[in-house]
Structures are given as C-alpha cells and as structure tokens.
T-cell receptor, first 115, second 114 residues
Framework: GAVVSQHPSRVICKSGTSVKIECRSL??????MFWYRQFPKQSLMLMAT?????????EQGVEKDKFLINHASLTLSTLTVTSAHPEDSSFYIC???????????FGQGTRLTVV | AQSVTQLGSHVSVSEGALVLLRCNYS??????LFWYVQYPNQGLQLLLK??????LVKGINGFEAEFKKSETSFHLTKPSAHMSDAAEYFC????????????FGIGTKLQVIP
C-alpha cells in the first residue's frame, strides 16, 4: 500500500506554545487529507478534511483558529496546534487519499503532551 | 448520523483459537464498513472493507467479516489466532459511500496468549 509519513511521533510542549505536525504522502499525490484525534479510551474523531489548495473543512466543535491546517502541496499537509493547553494533549493522526472514493492511508500518529 | 459500537475494549484469545471481534453500526443510508488494525507505534492499516458488494468480505492476514443488515453487524473473525495478530482493531463506517467522514469505533485491543 501507499505510505504516509507523520512527524513527529511524539512531542512534548509547554502550555501556550504552538506545535506543528506534518503529514506527508511519500509515493502518491494526496488530493485529500484527513486529520483525526483520539483521546484516551475514546474513538478517533475526525477534526477536519483538507483538499490541496483549498481551505480545510472543519467538523463541528473543532476550533479552526486553534487547529490550523495547511495543505499547500499534493504531498504535504500540516496541522498546527496554536497556544496549546493541557486539554489538547491527545493522539493526532492523519490520513491521505488520492481521490474521493479511494482508500485513505494513515500516518503513524503523533502523541502530543502539553505540560 | 452514523456510528459504530465495538463490544469489548479488550479481547484475549489463545494462540490457535478463533478470533471474534464484534462491531455493530448505525447508518441512515447503506454504509461502507471497514476494519483497521493498528500495531504498536504504527499507523492504521486497512484489513478489509465492505462496499455493498459481497456480504462476506475477505481481508489480509486471514481475516474476514460478514455484513449482516438485519443485525446491523460487521463482526471480524479469524479461524486461528497467531501471536502476530496482537494489536488494536478499529471498526469504522462511512455514510453513503466513499472514504470521507469515516466514523471510528473505540477500538478493541486483541491479546493472543501463547
């Protein structure tokens, strides 16, 4: 299958700082990327969907000014958690697809801890 | 709105025994259904998917799942567990087709006992 690389795998940051997470499709063009987060003992929840060159579509309840998503190229999307707080600590995972009706491949995920 | 319920957050089976991971779904339209596996420190990998074709779906690593509309279920099975099957398994549903707006279950951690 196709490879999606997510970086970093783990990050610890201080409260109030910003953290950027990268999601790269290594061997295909990702026209659509998805960002999820998973709190302990809960499901993966879709945060937003981004299409290359367009503004991301955020799910209800997700603050777009706090979770900045950039999908400027067909191989890279970034999620920036701005002014992070301890309650933002979570597992963030991206997936990428080269079309609406084709399989989305997942990155390894990023464990964010805000202290 | 679509949703999935995975019964049992932890399942333990002996090596060689049947693996049965349960998933029930709720969807207002004919769904796409998926099972994903996540090994430690790795991303999610698609095991199999149901997209309104055959109700018995075969996936990778000897897993299969059967779509039962009357029971709104999509349980995952494997006849004989291997140690390498120990992982977390997620059932997911996509409303109305496609891979967008996939809703995941809470996950089931499978332990295989030697």
């Amino acid at each position: 299958g196709a490879v999606v690389s997510q970086h970093p795998s783990r990050v610890i940051c201080k409260s109030g700082t910003s953290v950027k997470i990268e999601c790269r499709s290594l061997d295909f063009q990702a026209t659509t990327m998805f960002w999820y987060r998973q709190f302990p003992k809960q499901s993966l929840m879709l945060m937003a969907t981004s299409n290359e060159g367009s503004k991301a579509t955020y799910e209800q309840g997700v603050e777009k000014d706090k979770f900045l998503i950039n999908h400027a190229s067909l191989t890279l999307s970034t999620l920036t958690v701005t002014s992070a707080h301890p309650e933002d600590s979570s597992f963030y995972i991206c997936s990428a697809s080269d079309g609406w009706n084709t399989e989305a491949f997942f990155g390894q995920g990023t464990r964010l801890t805000v202290v | 709105a679509q949703s999935v319920t995975q019964l049992g957050s932890h399942v333990s089976v002996s090596e060689g025994a049947l693996v049965l991971l349960r998933c029930n779904y709720s969807s207002s339209v004919p769904p796409y259904l998926f099972w994903y596996v996540q090994y430690p420190n790795q991303g999610l990998q698609l095991l199999l998917k149901y997209t309104s074709a055959a109700t018995l779906v075969k996936g990778i690593n000897g897993f299969e799942a059967e779509f039962k509309k009357s029971e709104t279920s999509f349980h995952l099975t494997k006849p004989s567990a291997h140690m390498s099957d120990a992982a977390e398994y997620f059932c997911a549903v996509s409303d109305g087709g496609g891979y967008q707006k996939v809703t995941f279950g809470i996950g089931t951690k499978l332990q295989v006992i030697p």
